[in-house]
T-cell receptor, first 114, second 113 residues
Framework: EAGVVQSPRYKIIEKKQPVAFWCNPI?????LYWYRQNLGQGPELLIR????????DSQLPKDRFSAERLKGVDSTLKIQPAELGDSAVYLC????????????FGSGTQLSVL | AQSVTQPDIHITVSEGASLELRCNYS??????LFWYVQSPGQGLQLLLK??????LVQGIKGFEAEFKRSQSSFNLRKPSVHWSDAAEYFC???????????FGKGTRLSVIA
């Protein structure tokens, strides 16, 4: 079974440019998360989806960040415009809140803003 | 406010030696506690988690962790380290059995021969 798939693996852009990250969760997982991991830090939760609804986006910088999860499956995280401080690894994770189901993480998208 | 502190940024141990990685947390309610491992180029992998019951939790790859409420700690241990254990380890706290909300900054483990 495929795990959580993220693309692209790496992205280099100039500041003020837009960028988008894509996540395909494990089949059947209704809960999806986006985390941001800065260099030398632990991941920080940005947004949590239950199916297509964003149930917790309190940590998402809404002035430049947006996310969507159409049809409750794949998700896209967008930054527009990107700033130098946005350089980080963006992680997607999914789970199916059944009993003791655990969270599965993708390998992430490493963003460098120049 | 919720927080997780991992006091050791980097630890080096010899292969076969025992290991203990420290984690202290601050959380208002009874926390769910997690330990994750991250190898270069790999996604985060859950080692173990704790919510209630036995305070000594067994995980994968021979790891265990002990919850000490009085010390607000959840230290990770392994009796004999293997070279393949070299990675970054993160402690996290959450409000449910699957969602780590706040991570520590991580401890990088190096293993020498």
């Amino acid at each position: 079974e495929a795990g959580v798939v993220q693309s692209p693996r790496y992205k280099i852009i100039e500041k003020k440019q837009p960028v988008a990250f894509w996540c395909n969760p494990i089949s059947g997982h209704n809960t999806l998360y986006w985390y941001r991991q800065n260099l030398g830090q632990g991941p920080e939760l940005l947004i949590r989806y239950e199916n297509e609804e964003a149930v917790d986006d309190s940590q998402l910088p809404k002035d430049r960040f947006s996310a969507e999860r159409l049809k409750g499956v794949d998700s896209t995280l967008k930054i527009q415009p990107a700033e130098l401080g946005d350089s980080a690894v963006y992680l997607c994770a999914s789970t199916n809140h059944r009993g003791d189901e655990k969270l599965f993480f993708g390998s992430g998208t490493q963003l460098s803003v120049l | 406010a919720q927080s997780v502190t991992q006091p050791d940024i980097h630890i080096t141990v010899s292969e076969g030696a025992s290991l203990e990685l420290r984690c202290n947390y601050s959380y208002g309610a009874t926390p769910y506690l997690f330990w994750y491992v991250q190898s270069p180029g790999q996604g985060l992998q859950l080692l173990l988690k704790y919510f209630s019951g036995d305070t000594l939790v067994q995980g994968i790859k021979g790891f265990e962790a002990e919850f000490k409420r009085s010390q607000s700690s959840f230290n990770l241990r392994k009796p004999s380290v293997h070279w393949s254990d070299a990675a970054e380890y993160f402690c996290a706290v959450g409000d449910s059995g699957n969602t780590p909300l706040v991570f520590g900054k991580g401890t990088r483990l190096s293993v020498i021969a």
